[in-house]
């Protein structure tokens, strides 16, 4: 785990627990949370990252697959999926006091936290259907109930909020490729691709005035936009190399603190971790030939 400035120069690196992933920053910019493989069992657990003391410390125990965490918006809390047999689904515990859990809602499927609204009052989350993947919220207001907002028949995922929470940012696959569109939320009436040459994993500044996401030659992407008084992206620019960690994998593999000066990203240890691909084409002309 690396803190880079807008430059792409490493800064520190930040001490992370084993097969660290999934990472969320808090609103007081201090502390992150992550996802972590125990070795010993196998399964995973949340660990917080306090960045002014580089201090990992281990926050679920359960024995079951704690996963993909999201701050609360007053930092008060994290949301996680959890597969505990008595509580499986998205779950809540308290930093403070006792560190009460919550059950929100109840599912047995594996459920990707990917965002948490400013307001609190929406976590959004994918979801796995028989044939793709959807992006579903789950309202905390009322009766708590999880509707599907993207869920066609191509993979919509990474759905993320804009700080107005007028509008979504999302990657999706309907191009062919993977690219990053904003829709307006809740009525989805609508609709703006922001990447030209492919992307995922988008976030906002924290002032709405810029989109970050990752292009697929690795290099982190800064878009200028506007919220008011609709949703108008200017043209995405690159502004360094990242060489994330598993950078194909829905994971969100980097956040950024509110002044979009720094980036913590999770990147691999050697080059070994990012072997290179090789594609033969017309492979079967070459037995004709022999």
Do not use: C
């Amino acid at each position: 785990m690396v803190e880079l400035d807008r430059a792409g120069k490493v800064l520190k690196t930040l001490s992370a627990p084993p097969s660290a992933l999934h990472m969320s920053l808090a609103t007081d910019e201090r502390r992150l949370v992550v996802r972590s493989i125990d070795p010993q069992t196998r399964t995973r657990d949340i660990w917080l990252i306090d960045r002014t003391r580089d201090i990992a410390t281990r926050f679920t125990f359960e024995r079951s697959n704690e996963n993909y965490p999201q701050w609360s918006p007053d930092g008060k809390k994290v949301a996680y999926w959890s597969d505990a047999p008595a509580s499986a689904g998205i779950m809540t515990k308290q930093l403070t006091g006792s560190g009460e859990t919550e059950l929100l809602y109840p599912a047995k499927e594996e459920l990707v936290l990917k965002d948490w609204s400013r307001d609190g009052s929406t976590i959004t989350f994918d979801r796995q259907s028989a044939t793709s993947t959807d992006i579903w919220t789950l309202s905390l207001a009322g009766d708590r109930q999880a509707r599907p907002f993207l869920n066609a028949a191509f993979n919509e995922y990474d759905g993320r909020l804009s700080p107005d929470g007028r509008f979504l940012a999302y990657t999706s696959d309907e191009s062919g490729r993977e690219e990053i569109y904003v829709q307006t939320f809740p009525d989805r009436s609508d609709k703006w691709q922001v990447s030209t040459r492919g992307g995922n994993d988008p976030r906002w500044s924290a002032h709405g005035n810029e989109m970050y996401y990752l292009a697929p030659d690795q290099h982190m992407m800064a878009v200028p936009v506007k919220l008011s008084p609709s949703f108008d992206p200017g043209t995405p620019q690159p502004i360094f190399p990242v060489n994330v960690l598993n950078p194909g994998q829905q994971a969100d593999h980097y956040v950024v603190t509110a002044d979009g000066q720094r980036f913590i990203l999770f990147r691999p240890t050697s080059s070994r971790a990012l072997p290179t691909t090789t594609v033969v084409v017309n492979w079967a002309g070459e037995f004709a030939k022999r």
